[in-house]
């Protein structure tokens, strides 16, 4: 069974330095990946994924993700965060269902703080 | 393109009563699933449905939840009767379902029902 590990439960960040959460992952097989972010009272919005192909992956809100295979890690990067980044932050790890639907294990989360 | 819809976005009732809660996901997307998320968790899948039919609900406690989607659309997920531990955000999400798409299928999540039991 595939479960995902997000070691920091709330990190606290100045605006407009980089940020780095981290996501480890257990499964069997080559995973699916996935970020999300949860703003307060609202529901998940998809940040990036990876399926294959190129590791450094891209996402919406100029975040990218880097899947690194030998440390089983998908850590989420941005070079500089905004206040409106403040929010939980979600790793997934999809697994293949018959009907090509990745159903998705989600980690903890972590919350971002951001200060001035 | 309209979101997943879901309703009501609050309810608190007491425990050993019923609640009930509903989803009308994106259009055309014939993968649906129910999520429930407790305070300081993550996500927990509860019940995938492939237009009319159950995928899966391995995690479904089926003492008191329940879930339907008849016409393959919309779905009810109903709690009957409640505990306090089932309070929790529950979370309708949709995808498009069949063969994956080229970088796969993206799921997309409603803004929650957020259910307090007192």
């Known amino acids: 069974a595939q479960s995902v590990t997000q070691p920091d439960i709330h990190i606290t960040v100045s605006e407009g330095a980089s940020l780095e959460l981290r996501c480890n992952y257990s499964?069997?097989?080559?995973?699916?990946l996935f970020w999300y972010v949860q703003s307060p009272g609202q529901g998940l919005q998809l940040l990036l994924k990876?399926?294959?192909?190129?590791?450094l992956v891209q996402g919406i809100k100029g975040f990218e993700a880097e899947f690194k295979r030998s440390q089983s890690s998908f850590n989420l990067r941005k070079p500089s965060v905004h206040w409106s980044d403040a929010a939980e932050y979600f790793c997934?790890?999809?697994?293949?269902?018959?009907?090509?639907?990745?159903?998705?294990?989600f980690g903890t989360g972590t919350r971002l703080t951001i200060i001035p | 393109e309209a979101g997943v819809a879901q309703s009501p976005r609050y309810k608190i009732i007491e425990k050993r009563q019923s609640v009930a809660f509903w989803c009308n996901p994106i259009?055309?997307?014939?993968?649906l699933y129910w999520y429930q998320q407790i305070l300081g968790q993550g996500p927990k899948l509860l019940i995938q449905?492939?237009?009319?039919?159950?995928?899966?609900d391995s995690q479904l406690p089926k003492d008191r939840f329940s879930a339907e989607r008849l016409k393959g659309v919309d779905s009810t997920l109903k709690i009957q009767p409640a505990k306090l531990e089932d309070s929790a955000v529950y979370l309708c999400?949709?995808?498009?379902?069949?063969?994956?798409?080229?970088?796969?299928?993206?799921?997309?999540f409603g803004e929650g029902s957020w259910l307090t039991v007192v």
């Open positions: 999400a949709s995808s498009l379902g069949g063969p994956r798409q080229g970088s796969g299928n993206t799921i997309y």
């Open positions: 499964y069997g097989a080559t995973p699916y």
């Open positions: 990876y399926f294959s192909g190129d590791t």
């Open positions: 997934a790890v999809g697994a293949p269902s018959n009907f090509g639907n990745e159903k998705l294990t």
């Open positions: 259009s055309g997307h014939a993968t």
């Open positions: 449905f492939q237009n009319n039919g159950v995928v899966d």
